[in-house]
């Protein structure tokens, strides 16, 4: 298991089709340490397996949002389907591990309910809301293709490419 590069827009691996998870094996499980160790190691909340280049359905969660004691591990959701979502919308920053020191103004529920698969091949549902909702909300996105940037109009977009591609070009020279 290993931390591995986050996948940066305006790579098109983000917007790859996710492959169903039929079954939990060592693949699955490695590819959650995986995600695990590049979540910490990003500091982020929340990880997709598409930010890792990996086709497959399945997003992790910080055990302290998802409401679960610190020192539990991550929560994986496998397969994840967004059942319901409240009326009332909440409009805040959000910012992404494929979207390095960029943040963008999104309206999302309050509120919502996401049926998945764990890594012990059962189904279970968790309501979120307020942060826990919005990043389950934002992981699920990645799973459908929706990034940050779809968020936004054409100009802030154009400018958001710009930034990346220089960061990227920097990247690339230090390499």
């Given at each position: 298991m290993a931390v591995r590069p986050v996948v940066v827009w305006p790579d098109e691996r983000l917007r790859q089709p996710s492959v169903v998870i039929e079954t939990v094996d060592a693949s699955v499980r490695e590819l959650y340490q995986d995600l695990v160790d590049s979540m910490?190691?990003?500091?982020?909340?929340?990880?997709?397996?598409?930010?890792?280049?990996?086709?497959?359905?399945?997003?992790?969660?910080?055990?302290?949002?998802?409401?679960?004691?610190?020192?539990?591990?991550?929560?994986?959701?496998?397969?994840?389907?967004?059942?319901?979502?409240?009326?009332?919308?909440?409009?805040?920053?959000?910012?992404?591990?494929?979207?390095?020191?960029?943040?963008?103004?999104?309206?999302?529920?309050?509120?919502?309910?996401?049926?998945?698969?764990?890594?012990?091949?059962?189904?279970?549902?968790?309501?979120?809301?307020?942060l826990l909702a919005r990043c389950l909300l934002h992981e699920n996105d990645h799973l459908t293709g929706k990034l940050l940037v779809d968020f936004v109009g054409p100009l802030k977009r154009t400018m958001i490419k710009k930034k990346l591609m220089k960061v990227k070009d920097a990247a690339d020279a230090e390499a």
């Open positions: 910490y190691a990003e500091n982020g909340l929340g990880i997709a397996a598409l930010q890792l280049g990996d086709p497959r359905k399945m997003f992790i969660v910080e055990p302290k949002l998802a409401g679960r004691p610190e020192s539990d591990p991550p929560v994986a959701f496998l397969n994840p389907e967004v059942t319901w979502v409240s009326e009332d919308q909440q409009d805040s920053e959000e910012g992404c591990l494929s979207f390095p020191d960029i943040y963008v103004k999104v309206k999302r529920p309050m509120r919502c309910k996401v049926r998945a698969m764990g890594l012990d091949g059962q189904t279970f549902e968790i309501e979120g809301e307020a």
